[in-house]
Structure formats: structure tokens, C-alpha cells
């Protein structure tokens, strides 16, 4: 089954898939993160917003979303309540990518 998730009001730049978790970055400055085997999933999605710019590259890590972007920072953020837990300022460009090997 083919289902379209809206949310974005500008280019999606990122996303990271863990599970049945789906979390997106894009052009408008925010991340939305969607529950996709969930019966009553929002259309949008969650919005997690924090960076001052374009957000360019995320993962999601054990409970956790990482995002980075053209603010030069990475924002951790809690998975379950959406909450950013730290806000990383020590990049002196841009955030252009990240990875994560912790469930391997």
C-alpha cells in the first residue's frame, strides 16, 4: 500500500528510516517524524522544530533523533516526546551528513 505523508512546506533533504519509525529534514527548518504502523498516525507528522536553517541530514539512534544542518548544529532530540535533550554548536560549516552504526 502506497500512503503519502505531508507535513513539509519546502524540499526534504534527509530521512532516516529505523523500524516503523520515519523521520524527515527539509528546506523549512524542521524535522517531522511519523509512527508508521500506528492506527491513528498523523497525516503531517510530528514536527520537530529547533534549527535556524535547512535541516540537511539525520538518523535516528536508540530512542533518538540526531539532526544536523545549515546552522552549523546537531540537535538530539527524544523520539518519544519530541523534546530536544542537547543542541551540539561546536561545527564551524554546515552539518552535510551523519551516520550511526549503534544497533549493528
Known amino acids: ?12 533533504n534527509c ?5 516503523q519509525v520515519l523521520v524527515s529534514g527539509a528546506d ?20 520537530l522544530v529547533g534549527h535556524e536553517g535547512k535541516v540537511l ?3 535516528i539512534v536508540r530512542g533518538m533523533v540526531v539532526s544536523g544542518g545549515e546552522d552549523k548544529v546537531v540537535i538530539v532530540w527524544d523520539l518519544g516526546s519530541g523534546c530536544a535533550l542537547a543542541h551540539l554548536r561546536q561545527h564551524s560549516q554546515a552539518v552535510l551528513c551523519m551516520g550511526s552504526e549503534a544497533d549493528r
Not at 530521512?15 to 523500524?19: D, E, K, M
Open 1 to 12: 500500500r502506497v500512503t503519502r505523508l505531508l507535513g513539509h512546506r519546502e524540499a526534504i
Open 15 to 19: 530521512i532516516a528510516l529505523h523500524h
Open 28 to 47: 523549512d527548518h524542521e524535522l517531522r517524524v511519523w509512527h508508521l504502523g500506528a492506527q491513528s498516525r498523523k497525516p503531517t507528522g510530528t514536527a
Open 57 to 59: 541530514c539525520c538518523c
